[in-house]
């Protein structure tokens, strides 16, 4: 990941989506962050909504799984909420 991987995305240069925090506020939290939608995504809400007795915390785990540039590589902390770290 990195600026390289989306240069010819025209959001880049757009003047809200193209600063640091996009269309988010600070600390705005993980969960409310719009994620691309992929496996862990669509187990996440397999999960949810079909009466899993698994506790929010390790469906995040699930539906977070794949987002390594948070949790391998700390970027997006300053949308992290308390209840993130």
Do not use: Q
Request: glycine share 8%.
């Amino acid at each position: 990941f990195g600026l390289k991987s989306f240069e010819a995305n025209p959001d880049l240069k757009h003047p809200i989506y193209g600063t640091e925090y996009g269309m988010y506020k600070t600390n705005c939290g993980i969960t409310n962050l719009m994620m691309s939608w992929g496996h862990d995504e669509y187990m996440y809400w397999v999960l949810k909504e079909n009466g899993c007795t698994i506790p929010e915390a390790g469906l995040n785990m699930i539906r977070f799984h794949s987002f390594y540039p948070w949790h391998d590589k700390r970027a997006y902390t300053h949308l992290e909420a308390p209840e993130d770290t």
